[in-house]
């Protein structure tokens, strides 16, 4: 049954990007290098498909912020699962904080998943092995020496604090 889980199909809490202006930037550079290539098309001019290229690399990474149907991050009776990450098993996780890091002039929450098993006997499922086309694209995670999972919850469509304690709660309950 575990091994039939999916990217698509995990069930239970989801919790998936936002859709709201913070992501306008990714359709204005998608614009943007449209109006450079044609530039460069029409005058010949290389210096046109340079900013071409940094306006379209620049959306290309961003273009997982844009899927706002598809789950990004959640739980189910198995574990918590990422976003091209896995499936985190309840029992191998040993702490799930929420820290505020200040970044600038704003403040960011980050989910902090600290695993109490190497990350090979933790995962469930591995979702790591991405296809060819997304390995430059924006993760929702990131990975610390320290075995903790990072995740910014900032961009999600849900608050900061109700993810925590969803994660909190569900994580009390499947691993007793």
Same mark, same amino acid.
């Given at each position: +049954?575990?091994?039939?889980?999916?990217?698509? !199909?995990?069930?239970?809490?989801?919790?998936?990007?936002?859709?709201?202006?913070?992501?306008?930037?990714?359709?204005?550079?998608?614009? *943007?290098?449209?109006?450079?290539?044609?530039?460069?098309?029409?005058?010949?001019?290389?210096?046109?498909?340079?900013?071409?290229?940094?306006?379209?690399?620049?959306?290309?990474?961003?273009?997982?912020?844009?899927?706002?149907?598809?789950?990004?991050?959640?739980?189910?009776?198995?574990?918590?699962?990422?976003?091209?990450?896995?499936?985190?098993?309840?029992?191998?996780?040993e702490?799930?904080?929420l820290?505020?890091?200040?970044?600038?002039?704003?403040?960011? !929450?980050?989910?902090?998943?600290?695993?109490?098993? =190497?990350?090979?006997?933790?995962?469930?499922?591995?979702?790591?092995?991405?296809p060819?086309?997304?390995? *430059? +694209?924006?993760l929702?995670?990131?990975?610390? !020496?320290?075995? +903790?999972?990072?995740?910014?919850?900032? =961009?999600?469509?849900? =608050? =900061?604090?109700?993810? !925590?304690?969803?994660?909190?709660? +569900?994580?009390?309950?499947?691993?007793?």
């Amino acid at each position: +049954m575990i091994a039939a889980l999916d990217e698509g !199909h995990v069930g239970g809490y989801s919790v998936a990007y936002g859709r709201d202006d913070t992501y306008f930037p990714v359709y204005v550079t998608a614009a *943007l290098a449209a109006i450079f290539c044609t530039a460069a098309l029409l005058t010949g001019a290389l210096y046109w498909l340079a900013l071409a290229a940094l306006a379209a690399g620049f959306t290309y990474y961003n273009i997982p912020l844009l899927e706002t149907g598809r789950p990004t991050i959640g739980a189910n009776q198995y574990g918590i699962f990422i976003q091209a990450f896995g499936l985190i098993r309840w029992r191998a996780v040993e702490r799930i904080d929420l820290v505020e890091i200040a970044e600038r002039a704003m403040t960011v !929450h980050e989910l902090q998943i600290v695993l109490n098993a =190497p990350l090979t006997s933790a995962l469930v499922a591995d979702w790591r092995k991405q296809p060819v086309w997304r390995w *430059l +694209m924006r993760l929702p995670w990131r990975m610390s !020496h320290t075995n +903790m999972v990072r995740i910014n919850v900032e =961009p999600f469509d849900q =608050p =900061p604090d109700m993810i !925590h304690r969803t994660f909190l709660r +569900m994580w009390r309950y499947y691993r007793s």
